[in-house]
């Protein structure tokens, strides 16, 4: 229950960290399938949180969905999730992420531009990138 006080966990990330403590499997998942039964674990609530922090740090929907898949959310959850996101809005996380890491577009420095030009390609979905 400590675990899920601080923030919310992926099931997978609660079973992982219960191994480490060197409880049985079976154990693990009976205990984990109480605390989901009880609203207590919900991946679903993991995955939304965990969108909102990511979009906060400027993440596109790209490593967002790469990052959740890695945490043993189920992929049709992750791709409901991140539907929620309009593509404007990706646009302007994608905005507000070059202008912090580039510069406003009066002080663009050019060399670092250059430097870091796969950061929106990568940040946001295909062709979303040319419309900023």
């Known amino acids: 229950m400590d675990l899920l006080a601080r923030r919310e966990h992926s099931r ?3 079973y992982q960290k219960l191994k480490q403590k060197k409880f049985e499997p079976n154990i693990i ?3 984990l399938d109480k605390l989901s039964n009880e609203g207590l674990q919900s991946d679903e609530r993991f995955a939304e949180a965990f969108l909102r922090s990511r979009i906060d740090k400027g993440k596109g929907p790209n490593i967002i969905l790469s990052e959740l898949l890695q945490r043993g959310v189920d992929e ?3 791709s409901n999730v991140l539907e929620s996101i309009s593509e404007g809005q990706w646009c302007e996380v994608a905005y507000e992420t070059m202008n912090k890491k580039l510069g406003n577009e009066s002080e663009l420095d050019y060399d670092k531009m250059s ?4 950061l929106v390609f990568t940040a946001v979905p295909h062709g979303t990138a040319t419309e900023i």
Request: hydrophobic letters at 40%; charged letters at 30%; proline letters at 0%.
């Open 29 to 31: 998942n009976t205990e």
């Open 76 to 78: 049709l959850l992750v």
């Open 12 to 14: 997978l990330e609660l």
């Open 115 to 118: 430097d870091n030009c796969d």
